[in-house]
């Protein structure tokens, strides 16, 4: 299988040398990250040519050198600025590179829960756009790809294999972590790129598979305008720039023969069709902004955990999913990453500092009930959002059972980095943590998984996209990301994006 820095096609470009590049394609599809490979490689193996766009540029495996910085740089949009504002300020993290977030997730897949499916199809209607066994069909396709498959007892880490203890002690259903990835070598630098290609990016082979079978790809390009004529898109206007300097590298227009598939997320997607006077007739477009805000305990442990060995997440749970609308997942990184986390300043930090090789991490992610909604800002996007009181109540005590696994695992203390608690809980004062405050201003969420601003649905009055995934006044836009998404998932959504798109791809290559 190659990596993407191995590819010298011509028909890779990142500039052009002089004036505007003009040039078509059967279709264009904007995005490559899970849900834009994925199309890209289904619409090519079904014979159609193809033109990818990308904002952000094909990271060399070279560059992954395990920094922070250097992945947020690279690999991160607005170098990792990005944030929802509400009551509180939470940071949206995203991908902007060939792969998208495939490259800086931990590479966690999750079949779509059928409950989750029947609410979508009862309350939404989304029933003609797909149905179940076209789901599986496409899951099995793409496990089958990326080589999905349990993480390996050899790379767990002490940091999941002490919270399966835990979690098995107090009775509390967990799972080893489903990832796609071969050879992983326990590494924990799945959140800043994979530096020995062993997780499964899409990279690393839908893109360019896809280019095999004769696409083009053009990154390093943002999509400015889809240009409509009669009431169908006809081309997308786009421009090379420098994704680290900002230097313009030329223009480029590509005229769609076919269609022009969408796939830039819930945040650049409507923002993208805004700009172009697109799917605004319903008045829904932008709205329903859903995503899985989430915050981490760290504890300490008697006996070294070092985080920074290991599957960076290898245990998770959904136990309290449907009840208490919460997800949990271990979180491994390295020290940069982690001492951002460690409280104290000066003699104390250094203090706490020296105790980070006894630290254990994880995450709570939050199903919440909250919608915001999404606007374009020049050329960036206005996210606002804010959590309710449900959505915090449910973060409270889904870090208060964290708190429970971890002592039962052997944790000494638990440090909560919630505002208005003392910075470290002993084993016996976890119960303080049901008097934290239900004020979102006093926890450090950051959210990762986006869904909603073009809802999917048959009726163009309630919805962006109709069932045949082409937007509903404008013919040959097409939209295949989690923007579609009705509500939140409940689980980590690659998996399901990428399902979705497949299937939305096929339909497409067949209308």
Same mark, same amino acid.
């Given at each position: ?12 470009? /990142?500039?052009?040398?002089?004036? /505007? ?51 947020? !740089? ?37 079949? *779509? ?42 790379? *767990? ?57 004769? =696409? ?6 943002? =999509? ?85 060995? #290991? ?32 409280? #104290? ?27 915001? !909604?999404?606007?374009?800002?020049? !050329? ?30 052997? =944790? ?13 809980? #002993? ?11 239900? /004020?979102?201003?006093?926890?450090? *969420? ?21 069932? /045949? ?28 994006? *990428? ?5 939305? =791809? ?6």
């Amino acid at each position: 299988m190659n990596s993407g820095e191995e590819i010298t096609s011509d028909r890779v470009f /990142d500039r052009v040398s002089k004036g /505007d590049l003009v040039t078509d394609a059967d279709y264009v599809v904007i995005g490559t990250g899970p849900s834009g490979a994925t199309a890209a490689r289904v619409l090519s193996e079904a014979g159609y040519e193809v033109a990818m766009i990308e904002e952000g540029r094909w990271i060399r495996t070279d560059e992954f050198d395990g920094k922070s910085f250097s992945a947020q !740089k690279n690999c991160f949009r607005e170098i990792g600025t990005v944030a929802a504002i509400g009551k509180n300020i939470i940071p949206v993290i995203q991908g902007r590179c060939v792969g998208g977030g495939s490259i800086i997730n931990s590479a966690i897949i999750w079949r *779509m829960p059928h409950d989750v499916f029947e609410r979508w199809t009862s309350e939404f209607g989304i029933g003609d756009a797909l149905a179940w066994e076209a789901l599986e069909a496409a899951f099995d396709i793409i496990e089958s790809d990326l080589n999905i498959k349990p993480v390996s007892e050899q790379v *767990m880490g002490r940091n999941s294999t002490l919270m399966l203890e835990g979690a098995n002690k107090l009775g509390i259903s967990s799972r080893v972590i489903s990832r796609n990835e071969r050879g992983c070598q326990g590494l924990a630098q799945c959140l800043t790129g994979c530096p020995i290609k062993a997780k499964q990016t899409v990279d690393l082979n839908y893109v360019t598979w896809s280019l095999e079978k004769g =696409a083009r790809l053009y990154h390093s390009c943002r =999509a400015e305008l889809i240009k409509v004529k009669g009431g169908r898109a006809r081309s997308v206007i786009a421009s090379f720039e420098d994704p680290l300097t900002g230097e313009s590298r030329g223009s480029l227009i590509v005229h769609a023969r076919k269609g022009i598939v969408v796939c830039a997320t819930p945040v650049q997607t409507p923002c993208l069709l805004w700009r172009s006077g697109i799917g605004l007739s319903s008045g829904h477009l932008g709205k329903h902004f859903f995503a899985h805000p989430g915050q981490a305990l760290i504890c300490v442990y008697p006996d070294e955990v070092r985080l920074w060995e #290991g599957a960076t997440q290898g245990w998770e749970s959904e136990h309290f999913r449907k009840e208490w609308k919460v997800k949990f997942e271990t979180l491994g990184m390295r020290l940069d990453l982690l001492s951002s986390r460690i409280p #104290g300043v000066g003699a104390e930090f250094k203090k706490n500092v020296l105790e980070a090789r006894y630290m254990g991490n994880v995450g709570c992610a939050v199903v919440c009930q909250a919608e915001g !909604k999404v606007r374009p800002l020049g !050329k960036r996007a206005s996210i606002s959002y804010g959590l309710g009181k449900e959505d915090v109540y449910n973060l409270r005590r889904g870090l208060k059972k964290i708190a429970e696994i971890m002592v039962a695992a052997g =944790a000494e203390y638990i440090i909560p980095n919630i505002y208005g608690l003392p910075p470290k809980l #002993g084993k016996d004062e976890i119960n303080k943590i049901d008097e934290a405050p239900l /004020d979102p201003r006093s926890y450090t *969420m950051i959210m990762a998984h986006l869904f909603g601003t073009c809802r999917m649905g048959p009726d163009p009055k309630k919805s962006v996209v109709g069932t /045949d995934f082409q937007v509903h006044d404008t013919l040959g836009v097409f939209i295949l990301d989690s923007s579609i998404f009705p509500t939140n998932l409940g689980v980590n959504p690659q998996h399901t994006i *990428m399902a979705f798109s497949h299937v939305g =791809a096929k339909k497409i290559a067949h209308q």
